[in-house]
């Protein structure tokens, strides 16, 4: 039975290895699956979605800008067809148009120099009968042979005249001009080394503008970055400003300490909960859940081992009462991954249930902290949600809604107001946002100053070289003031003005024998006109009549044929015109439908193309999808597998341990009974002497004590009978009673461990206190004690020959309270 005992004891050790392994196993592929479940399937579901419907959008956008495209290019088509038919009608009309213009122009030109000769023969009549020229002049005047003779000889004497008065100008030019270049000649020694100094100028300038381009400076871009830097301060010193609100409006949330011991290592001090987490930008609607959740202990202070946490209350000087959180003694009280599958599960599809933990981003250093402060909770949408989880026998766990209301599995609900000093979390969110913003605008602020303090010593050998350039431009037009107020420059532009005076007068000296000739010729020819008019006026008017009245006659004529072929021309013009702007209206269109075409055609590239890429990446995710679909299923079926195995083993474990605390209770029974035989059978030995007579007899045949003889059939159905009763009282019976009873027991020890471990914790802290207060009082007399020597030095200078100190009242010592006393030397 001793060894029935061992084996069970190693089963049951073996089953208890096997279902940590598994429990562990279990919990590394659930982290998986729930991770690949909530992050990467949900991104690959959105997106195959999402390919879905912009390849079926995109499918029917291509299939109707195919079928504009077919439309326009049957439009263009018919209108090419039609154009063609056009063209072919205009090339006859501009042909039939063309031949009446031609002849409707004849007529009209026939028409007009009809008309100029009757008006030239009733001139030539007019002026034969007044006694003028038969023709006008040339200003268009109309008088006598006789005025005009005259005209022209008086313009003969003006030329004359002239051609004496520019003679004489000519000759007083030449005379200035060789006067002022006397004065040139005299004046050329001062022109030279005013030429000089002003060629030394202009070579020091542009000596100076080469420098200034080796400079390499832009004073645009200077003043640029001065402007930047301005901007960039303002822009910091208000970030600084709200930042500094903030931060005093969330002054508690500052963590000062000294440093313990030299060299201490300040790293091993992450600082207080709330500001190493954030909440993740799709869970914004969910921090006042969170300030719940974690509720005071936003406030306290993680450190990596309880060294560190021990060295800060001892020696690091702190301001205000703080609780530590040591990352290495910290539990891990997060919710069992299968207790969060069960909760989503029983909630409705479009409720939201998140653990705490998921949905705030921190450093993984800090990750044990985030367990204790966040591991169990879960947040919820709704109250109802809320309620579905946190009551269900198979979750249990604590709930929070967005409004803050706390549902505990133990039965209590707590909500109604805001929590006190609420949004603390957002104003977390919006000091952290800030203090980015500060950190990009001083480096905007610094990189701005550097490059200012970069180009600053540039900038001052610009200034000076720019000033000097100044001062040499300056100069240069000095000089050229003074050579252009010079003696010599004045004359030899005196000299230039007259050359050309004196060259145009040469000009119009030259051309004055051609028209003096051409007037001398027109004189003699009127001379002889006026001679030869007298004798042939009479036969010049009948001849003038006859030919008006031929003419008159001939214009009449052909005035009805003008007009017939001026409504032709017309008409043809109008028709025309007409085809013209169709044609011109159908090639707008052709051109519009062609850009249009292109425009389409176009699209339905871009569109093929995007939708080409489309399926590929619709297919590509199918795949993942489908790929990770199998993986999450394969995990699924893996880890029922494994819950089925750790259920079994458990049974078995349960069963091994009720049949070893059986079988332990049997083996202490059996030797309690073996003792207990022992001493009964030595009392009834006592109580019976007939025992030791008779025990001779005992178990032999044919004796009363013929153990073998007695009846065994009656025996057995006596054991069956008392087994069957003992199943019955089975039923009504815990079995576990002793298992229970001996964890009851466990935790009764290890809660009193724990209070033995509170009271000696107790005890070091009020030694702490009591050091500490101690340290204080000393610190007080001594700042008492130096103060009051000061107070006296001060006091006695400022009012000579007296004394003054600072005194505890009577009754009382120097922690209590001081009051001033002051007296005479």
């Not at 096997?18 to 949900?42: G, H, N, P, V, Y």
């Not at 088509?77 to 072919?88: A, N």
């Amino acid at each position: 039975m001793e060894e029935s005992l061992a084996q069970i004891a190693q089963s049951t050790k073996d089953l208890t290895s096997r279902d940590a392994a598994i429990q562990k196993e279990m919990k590394q592929r659930t982290a998986s699956r729930d991770k690949a479940r909530s992050q990467e399937l949900k991104r690959l579901e959105d997106e195959h979605n999402k390919l879905s419907k912009d390849i079926a959008s995109m499918e029917s956008k291509l299939k109707n800008k195919q079928a504009e495209l077919d439309s326009e290019k049957e439009q263009q088509k018919k209108s090419t067809s039609g154009m063609g038919d056009l063209r072919k009608q205009l090339q006859q009309k501009e042909t039939v148009y063309e031949k009446e213009k031609g002849k409707f122009d004849k007529l009209t030109q026939e028409e007009t120099a009809t008309n100029q000769e009757i008006e030239k023969a009733q001139y030539s009549m007019q002026a034969l009968t007044a006694g003028m020229a038969e023709a006008p002049t040339a200003e268009g005047e109309q008088c006598s042979l006789r005025e005009q003779l005259l005209r022209t000889q008086t313009r003969l004497q003006e030329m004359q005249a002239e051609e004496k008065t520019k003679s004489m100008a000519i000759a007083n030019l030449q005379e200035r001009i060789a006067s002022a270049e006397q004065v040139v000649g005299r004046s050329k020694q001062e022109d030279k080394r005013l030429s000089k100094e002003k060629a030394a100028i202009e070579a020091m300038l542009k000596e100076q503008r080469t420098k200034l381009q080796k400079a390499g400076f832009d004073p645009e871009v200077f003043n640029q970055t001065q402007h930047n830097l301005r901007h960039a301060e303002a822009s910091w010193r208000s970030l600084q400003d709200k930042l500094d609100s903030l931060r005093a409006h969330l002054g508690g949330l500052d963590f000062n300490y000294s440093d313990p011991y030299r060299n201490f290592d300040r790293s091993t001090v992450k600082g207080v909960v709330a500001k190493l987490f954030h909440i993740k930008p799709d869970f914004a609607a969910y921090h006042r859940a969170l300030e719940v959740c974690a509720g005071g202990r936003l406030f306290f202070v993680i450190v990596d081992n309880e060294e560190t946490g021990k060295a800060l209350l001892e020696k690091g000087q702190l301001r205000r009462r703080v609780t530590i959180i040591p990352l290495n003694k910290i539990q891990d009280n997060s919710i069992a991954p299968q207790v969060v599958r069960q909760a989503r599960q029983i909630i409705p599809k479009k409720a939201e249930a998140h653990v705490a933990m998921e949905i705030v981003g921190f450093e993984k250093q800090v990750m044990n902290a985030m367990k204790f402060v966040f591991g169990p909770y879960m947040v919820c949408d709704t109250p109802e949600t809320a309620k579905q989880i946190t009551f269900h026998p198979n979750v249990r766990v604590k709930t929070v809604t967005k409004e803050g209301d706390l549902y505990d599995p133990a039965g209590t609900i707590t909500g109604g107001s805001a929590p006190k000093g609420g949004n603390l979390l957002m104003k977390l969110q919006e000091l952290s946002n800030l203090e980015k913003q500060v950190h990009t605008q001083r480096c905007e602020y610094d990189k701005a100053n550097a490059q200012l303090q970069k180009m600053q010593s540039t900038a001052s050998q610009f200034s000076s070289l720019e000033r000097e350039l100044k001062c040499k431009e300056h100069e240069l037009a000095l000089i050229e003031d003074r050579i252009n107020r010079s003696e010599h420059h004045t004359a030899e532009q005196s000299i230039q003005d007259m050359q050309s005076e004196m060259q145009k007068l040469q000009e119009d000296i030259a051309n004055l024998p051609e028209e003096k000739k051409r007037l001398e010729k027109s004189s003699k020819q009127m001379e002889k006109d006026i001679k030869s008019l007298d004798s042939g006026r009479e036969d010049r008017l009948k001849y003038f009549e006859k030919h008006i009245a031929e003419l008159k006659k001939s214009v009449k004529q052909n005035a009805d044929k003008i007009e017939k072929q001026r409504e032709k021309t017309e008409q043809a013009q109008v028709e025309v015109e007409v085809l013209r702007n169709e044609l011109l209206q159908m090639e707008g269109k052709e051109q519009d439908s062609g850009r249009g075409q292109e425009s389409i055609a176009a699209e339905i590239e871009s569109i093929s193309e995007s939708l080409f890429s489309k399926k590929a990446s619709y297919e590509e995710t199918g795949k993942q999808l489908e790929n990770m679909r199998e993986e999450l299923q394969n995990l699924d079926e893996t880890l029922q597998k494994l819950s089925e195995e750790l259920t079994q083993n458990k049974q078995k474990r349960e069963e091994q341990e009720l049949e070893q605390k059986r079988v332990t209770h049997k083996i202490q029974q059996l030797q309690k009974d073996d003792k207990e035989s022992h001493v009964v059978v030595a009392r009834m030995e006592k109580e019976h002497p007939w025992i030791q007579k008779e025990q001779a007899l005992f178990g032999k045949k044919g004796t009363d004590f013929d153990f073998q003889g007695s009846r065994y059939q009656d025996n057995k159905q006596r054991l069956e009978k008392l087994n069957t009763e003992q199943k019955k009282l089975s039923k009504n019976i815990n079995k576990k009673a002793m298992v229970m009873f001996e964890r009851a027991e466990q935790e009764y020890k290890e809660l009193l461990s724990k209070r033995d471990i509170i009271l000696n914790d107790k005890g070091k802290i009020e030694k702490v206190i009591k050091d500490l207060d101690e340290k204080k009082t000393e610190t007080l007399r001594r700042t008492w004690k130096k103060v009051n020597k000061d107070f006296d030095s001060i006091f006695g200078t400022l009012l000579p020959n007296t004394n003054a100190k600072l005194e505890p009242p009577q009754g009382m010592d120097e922690t209590e309270g001081l009051e001033i006393k002051a007296r005479n030397r």
